[in-house]
């Protein structure tokens, strides 16, 4: 697999993703032939970020995005968010999450 210097696109959102409290585990940037990933990890009460526009955030034990909630997470448990182009996905530990209805 050939990797390619990032993108403008990875790095504006690269540095569009920030710590905005709380504990940010790690936020990285690739970029390939096959596109452009971005994931946040994030970990702890009180943890959010902003990436690929989108923010990110545990409080009162529940991961959100956008303010739209995803369920609860409990303390320690690690929060994944990743943007392969115009595809987001979150999981909770591994697990897979959608919008809580």
């Not at 920030?18 to 690739?30: A, D, I, N, P, W």
């Not at 990933?37 to 690929?52: D, I, M, P, Y």
């Not at 034990?61 to 303010?67: A, I, L, N, Y």
């Amino acid at each position: 697999m050939k990797l390619a210097l990032p993108s403008t696109l990875a790095l504006v959102c690269l540095l569009a993703a920030c710590r905005e409290g709380g504990l940010t585990t790690s936020v990285t940037t690739t970029s390939s032939e096959h596109g452009t990933q971005v994931e946040a990890t994030l970990r702890g009460e009180g943890t959010s970020v902003t990436v690929a526009n989108s923010k990110i955030e545990i409080s009162s034990g529940t991961v959100r995005v956008d303010g739209v909630s995803y369920g609860p997470v409990a303390n320690g448990e690690e929060v994944r968010y990743v943007v392969i182009d115009n595809d987001r996905k979150l999981t909770v530990d591994g697990a897979a999450r959608t919008p809580v209805n």
